[in-house]
């Protein structure tokens, strides 16, 4: 059965570009066998932020400076997790609601749900999820709309959880990083990111 061991991170990795491949095969042994989305994206998020703990030199001057990781999804797949807020309660039932609704995460205590309603969406997930593909903010107070759920957060990625169905491409979620360093994520980060977000997407039963 995996366990906590699986966050270790080896002495030996010394590059981003290593310690996203690590994290990716041993987030790949935690999924298998399982295919709640739940489930996973609680174990994806505890996996990645506790890994990132024991990688810090790459993140901060010496120190653990990813001070959140987690997911947001598209409320469309659990109509009963919509957020009624004050300026939707009197929506229709029957009228699709532009929501990311907070999944599991690890980190402070986070915005319950982001708005995705084109022309007045805000924030770097908003974005992601609208674009259908990663964004890094360096700096987030040069964002416009950046929503701070943590103040001391300095630059930020998110990634897109793209599925395919008919051929067609659309969203169920994003990934998101924070970071308590300006120009905490770069390239390396992206790609070894999209790659686990392809890994999750695929799974899990959505």
């Given at each position: 059965m995996?366990?906590?061991?699986?966050?270790?991170?080896p002495?030996?990795?010394?590059?981003?570009s290593?310690?996203w491949?690590?994290?990716?095969?041993?987030?790949?042994?935690?999924?298998?066998?399982?295919?709640?989305?739940?489930?996973?994206?609680?174990?994806a998020?505890?996996?990645?932020?506790?890994?990132l703990?024991?990688?810090?030199?790459?993140?901060?001057?010496?120190?653990?400076?990813?001070?959140?990781c987690?997911?947001?999804?598209?409320?469309?797949?659990?109509?009963?997790a919509?957020?009624?807020t004050?300026?939707?309660?009197?929506?229709?039932?029957?009228q699709?609601?532009?929501q990311?609704?907070?999944?599991?995460?690890?980190?402070?205590p986070?915005c319950q749900?982001?708005?995705?309603t084109?022309?007045t969406a805000?924030?770097?997930c908003?974005a992601?999820?609208?674009q259908?593909q990663?964004?890094i903010?360096?700096?987030?107070?040069?964002f416009?709309?950046?929503i701070?759920?943590?103040g001391?957060?300095e630059?930020?990625?998110?990634c897109?959880l793209?599925?395919?169905?008919g051929?067609?491409?659309?969203?169920?979620g994003v990934l998101?990083?924070?970071?308590?360093?300006?120009?905490?994520?770069?390239?390396e980060?992206?790609?070894g990111l999209?790659?686990?977000?392809?890994?999750?997407?695929?799974?899990?039963?959505?």
């Amino acid at each position: 059965m995996p366990h906590s061991d699986h966050a270790l991170v080896p002495s030996t990795i010394q590059s981003k570009s290593e310690f996203w491949i690590h994290v990716h095969d041993q987030l790949e042994v935690l999924l298998a066998c399982q295919r709640n989305w739940v489930t996973n994206l609680a174990n994806a998020s505890a996996l990645i932020y506790h890994s990132l703990l024991s990688f810090p030199v790459h993140f901060g001057n010496g120190r653990n400076a990813v001070n959140w990781c987690g997911f947001y999804l598209d409320s469309k797949l659990a109509p009963a997790a919509r957020i009624q807020t004050p300026d939707l309660k009197h929506v229709d039932d029957h009228q699709p609601i532009n929501q990311l609704f907070l999944g599991p995460f690890c980190g402070q205590p986070a915005c319950q749900y982001i708005d995705t309603t084109p022309g007045t969406a805000k924030g770097v997930c908003a974005a992601a999820f609208l674009q259908q593909q990663t964004v890094i903010v360096p700096d987030v107070a040069t964002f416009p709309g950046h929503i701070a759920c943590d103040g001391e957060t300095e630059s930020e990625i998110v990634c897109p959880l793209v599925m395919y169905q008919g051929g067609i491409k659309f969203v169920i979620g994003v990934l998101d990083l924070d970071c308590l360093a300006k120009a905490g994520f770069g390239e390396e980060d992206r790609l070894g990111l999209e790659r686990i977000a392809r890994l999750i997407v695929k799974a899990c039963d959505w």
